[in-house]
């Protein structure tokens, strides 16, 4: 919800409006009103973030609760963690942007309890997959392919991971570790251009994984 709050008043912070992010009980509501001709504006954008929240954050918890990989060190699993949300990420927030627009509120534990049993089923089978004797060669080897299989552009810039239009890029505080190689992860794309020194473990990573598609300015 914190996410939530920071994003929708970040991008809407010029209008004449009210958000207030309110605790009743285990209960955590975000309520944002504005004047009437932004609401389908404010709307859209909320949606697209809850979208993300549900794609990334729930998925990755969903994950993180099935998968022990005792192989694999804490660094080694959050990695792949990471790279088996990211690598249906587009097409789970389709899904959950199909199944959310329109609505008055949007309850997000309602959401993924009641309304996306299809997709949960598709992550179940994800899990099954996965060998629980997973080890740090196997890993690599889909990551090598999910670099491989990217699209598009990233910016990598004083630590900061930025999209094809220059927006800065935070999804990866939704799986609990706010990273430039998990935002690089989550943005599946083909090349990262990087301005500037990037720090060792990212730049050992985009080495490792993107070779010459890691473009370093």
């Not at 609401?39 to 859209?44: G, L, N, S």
């Not at 939704?174 to 090349?191: H, K, N, W």
Request: hydrophobic share 35%.
């Amino acid at each position: 919800m914190s996410y939530l709050y920071g994003k929708v008043r970040e991008r809407f912070s010029f209008l004449p409006a009210a958000i207030d992010l309110e605790k009743n009980g285990e209960e955590t509501e975000l309520a944002f009103r504005t004047e009437r001709e932004y609401c389908p504006y404010v709307r859209k954008f909320a949606e697209e973030h809850i979208a993300d929240v549900l794609a990334v954050g729930y998925k990755y918890e969903f994950f993180e609760k099935r998968l022990a990989l005792p192989l694999l060190t804490k660094r080694q699993r959050r990695l792949l963690l990471t790279a088996l949300v990211a690598a249906d990420y587009r097409e789970d927030r389709a899904h959950i942007l199909r199944k959310i627009r329109g609505s008055e509120r949007y309850c997000l534990d309602g959401v993924y309890h009641f309304r996306l049993q299809e997709l949960k089923k598709r992550w179940e089978g994800i899990v099954d997959y996965v060998p629980t004797d997973m080890g740090e060669s196997s890993m690599e080897g889909f990551l090598t392919f999910l670099a491989e299989d990217g699209e598009g552009k990233l910016f990598l810039k004083n630590g900061r991971v930025y999209d094809e239009e220059y927006r800065p890029l935070s999804r990866s505080l939704l799986t609990g570790v706010e990273s430039p190689v998990g935002e690089i992860l989550l943005g599946g794309a083909e090349r990262v251009y990087c301005f500037g020194d990037a720090d060792e473990d990212t730049r050992a990573f985009l080495e490792k994984y993107y070779g010459e598609k890691a473009v370093f300015c």
